[in-house]
């Protein structure tokens, strides 16, 4: 299924910008949720390659991306830029979408990146997350930003 023909699909400079800009976000996010296991660790540094400790970064990596993705469409780094994640069913995206994405993302990281590169190699212009997780990005220049919280 392949996202509807109104999509405006982010070029690879704004997408690049997103990715640098989600991934500085992700890494402080990681980095404060070090603290509580080293301290639960006696203030010592986590063994190297401890499977335990890697899942739980997995965990808070998923968290990060489903809770954004599933709550408005958009992290801070795909606000800044006006890129919005969106269901090919036009409705909201749901969590089992957000892991499908986020699971299929990483795999397609390995071979070089090659499944996001997808987007703007192959004949259909979608990546392999956007294919298997029923979801594609789309850009709007004219998008206005909703308030974060009720707060804003």
């Known amino acids: 299924m392949s996202p509807h023909v109104n999509t405006v699909r982010p070029g690879l400079f704004r997408h690049l910008m ?21 301290a639960l660790n006696g203030g010592e540094a986590i063994g190297q390659g401890n499977p335990f400790f890697i899942a739980y970064l997995f965990v808070v990596s998923f968290g990060f991306y489903g809770w954004f993705w599933t709550h ?6 795909m606000r800044s830029w006006r890129v ?27 071979p070089l990146g090659l499944g996001i590169w997808w987007q703007y190699l192959g004949k259909d212009k979608v990546s392999w997350p956007d294919t298997l997780s029923g979801t594609y990005l789309h850009y709007s220049k004219d998008s206005q930003n909703k308030p974060l919280s009720r707060l804003s």
């Open 84 to 110: 919005f994640l969106r269901s090919q069913t036009h409705s909201p995206v749901s969590w089992q979408q957000a892991f499908l994405r986020f699971a299929v993302s990483l795999i397609a990281w390995l």
């Open 18 to 38: 997103v990715m640098v800009y989600d991934l500085l976000l992700l890494l402080s996010s990681l980095l404060l949720a070090t603290f509580p296991i080293v």
């Open 72 to 77: 408005g469409g958009q992290t801070l780094g």
